[in-house]
């Protein structure tokens, strides 16, 4: 073990040189130290120890559990786990548990992380995990987010160079990596991707000064200076599962290999490992020497690639994504040059979204979803899955939006009641779903995208001109009912329409039952036709001697 830091502001620089240690080297333990400057110092082959704590199992050559610390000019030289470990949690660790209630280590602002370098580690040169999201004050709850910038990182030689895992706004700037054996720079998923309508969030997503962003770097799968080839088994950066990443002016050089690629999504252990993604990335002045594979998609649905300029795909503003039987024949798009299972769409087809959801009533076995388009009637199939990034035991798809889309569960092409719940995600203003659904009769209640209020019924087909969000119509003759998801023009930034969808044929008139005659109340007035004992009139058919007569 190296030097510990608890509860404490530390001053560490001078060119330390730490060399063959077991456990963590220099490290920050207890979550709420800050201010600490770590500079110039060398840790040379860091090694596991038979401790039982995780920190010491897989160690780092600086450990920080605050992130509003400076490191700075450090060198890491070797080691069997990884370089710097930014390990933020919940709470705080150790005694300050105690001592400091309602502080959240992960919500902290940024320090400064600066001209450091890592080679030959095991695991990952620089690693945040398991989540950061920084804030400007640092509240466990409602704070304006800030960004966290890692510049000049040099990492060569690792298994990865750098990853972050359920983190957001992490900008990765001025980066040199070269030589790792599975990816480059990881970015496997933002910290925020399950919420909707972020207020704070929103405003960062694909902005380079405060959004999550790779820019102004150079990735090389091999330098040529080994003595044997080396190819990243994964990609030069793996983008996030998540929405808002920006990647500038990054130059991927030496990637030769058919088995590899500039570009790769993620895959999530225990969380979703098939078939999910279907989040946006946004590029822009790329340069490729030497690269074969410029990207791969692995399945339908597994990223949307935004092409700014042209320099990913050759045509500017197009969107790369991978082919489902909605696009796979279409001739509006064409295949991506230098990319695996990728085609390219023009920007003047219009925006796509990721549209999710579950809890379908229809999806009783995990039935296949088949989406037909309305304009050309090419169809897509899309499984349920129990394991999904938003909606599990549900479906998600990468949609082009101002179109009609037909959905049809296998084995239940028309129902009669039909509920399910879903996200649109990124609905730019002016634009819009519709959504078709073979229903037998016309449904007596409908919700769309509130639980508690029933949507309007427009007594004319829907219409991205005159309709409003979460209106619905029944058409007699085909047996289809419609609503659609729509962000008005007058709005100035996107929405994520939720959907509460519940389309109830009622069994009883106006959805009201009978009430059971053993459950009626008894009468709380006289009735009409009641018979008076002092009234003879009312007793004619009486027998003398009966009733009142």
């Known amino acids: 073990m190296g030097c510990d830091m608890q509860d404490r502001v530390l001053k560490k620089e001078g060119r330390m040189c730490l060399i063959a240690l077991k456990g963590g080297v220099i490290f920050l333990e207890d979550g709420v130290e800050v201010g600490n400057v770590l500079r110039g110092n060398l840790a040379v082959f860091v090694k ?20 509003y610390n400076i490191i700075e000019n450090n060198a890491v030289a070797g080691g069997t786990h990884l370089g710097y470990w930014y390990r933020m949690l919940d709470t705080p660790d150790g005694p300050s548990f105690a001592m400091y209630p309602g502080y959240c280590p992960y919500r902290q602002p940024f320090g400064r992380f600066f001209n450091n370098s890592v080679h030959s580690v095991g695991l990952v040169g620089v690693w945040i995990f398991p989540k950061y999201s920084p804030t400007m004050g640092g509240s466990c709850t409602n704070d304006a987010p800030t960004q966290a910038v890692f510049e000049g990182l040099i990492s060569w030689k690792n298994f990865k160079g750098m990853e972050w895992v359920m983190s957001s706004t992490i900008q990765i700037k001025n980066a040199l990596i070269f030589d790792n054996n ?42 040529g200076v080994s003595g044997a080839p080396i190819v990243p088994t994964t990609a030069g950066i793996v983008v996030m599962w998540d929405r808002g990443l920006l990647v500038r002016n990054v130059s991927f050089i030496n990637l030769p290999s058919p088995q590899t690629q500039a570009l790769f999504g993620p895959i999530i ?3 979703c490992e098939v078939f999910c993604g279907g989040w946006m990335t946004k590029f822009s002045q790329l340069s490729f020497t030497n690269v074969t594979n410029r990207g791969n998609f692995r399945w339908q649905y597994d990223g949307l690639y935004l092409d700014e300029d042209g320099s990913l795909s050759n045509v500017a503003g197009a969107m790369i994504l991978s082919p489902d039987g909605l696009w796979n024949t279409s001739t509006l798009c064409s295949p991506t040059p230098n990319f695996l299972n990728a085609v390219t769409c023009p920007a003047s087809l219009g925006n796509w979204i990721r549209f999710a959801f579950n809890n379908a009533n229809l999806d009783t076995s995990g039935q296949f979803l088949f989406i037909t388009d309305s304009t050309n009637s090419n169809q897509a199939v899309v499984p349920s899955l129990h394991k999904r990034l938003t909606h599990p035991n549900g479906y998600m798809m990468d949609l082009l939006t101002n179109r009609v889309y037909t959905f049809s569960f296998q084995n239940a092409n028309t129902s009669v009641n039909l509920s399910y719940t879903g996200v649109v995600y990124n609905l730019v203003p002016g634009d819009y779903l519709i959504v078709q659904h073979g229903i037998e009769f016309m449904p007596d209640q409908v919700y769309t995208i509130s639980s508690t209020s029933m949507a309007y019924q427009s007594s004319i087909p829907l219409s991205g001109a005159t309709s409003n969000n979460g209106d619905w119509h029944y058409d007699n003759n085909t047996s289809l009912f419609s609503y659609i998801v729509k962000n008005p023009s007058s709005n100035t930034v996107f929405i994520d329409v939720k959907l509460v969808l519940n389309v109830i044929k009622c069994q009883y008139p106006n959805c009201q039952p009978p009430i059971q005659p053993g459950l009626q109340l008894p009468a709380t007035t006289r009735p009409a036709n009641a018979l008076y004992w002092s009234n003879d009139s009312d007793w004619y058919f009486a027998t003398q001697g009966y009733g009142g007569y």
Do not use: H, K, M
């Not at 596991?48 to 992130?67: G, H, V, Y």
């Open 182 to 223: 599975d990816a480059g720079l990881s970015c496997v998923t933002a910290i925020n991707d399950q919420a909707t309508n972020l207020p704070n969030l929103e405003a960062t997503f694909y902005n380079e000064n405060t959004g999550s962003s790779v820019i102004d770097s150079i990735i090389i799968g091999d330098l």
């Open 269 to 271: 252990i225990g969380r």
């Open 48 to 67: 596991t120890s038979s401790s039982l704590l995780n920190e010491d199992l897989t160690p780092a050559a600086i450990w920080a559990t605050n992130p």
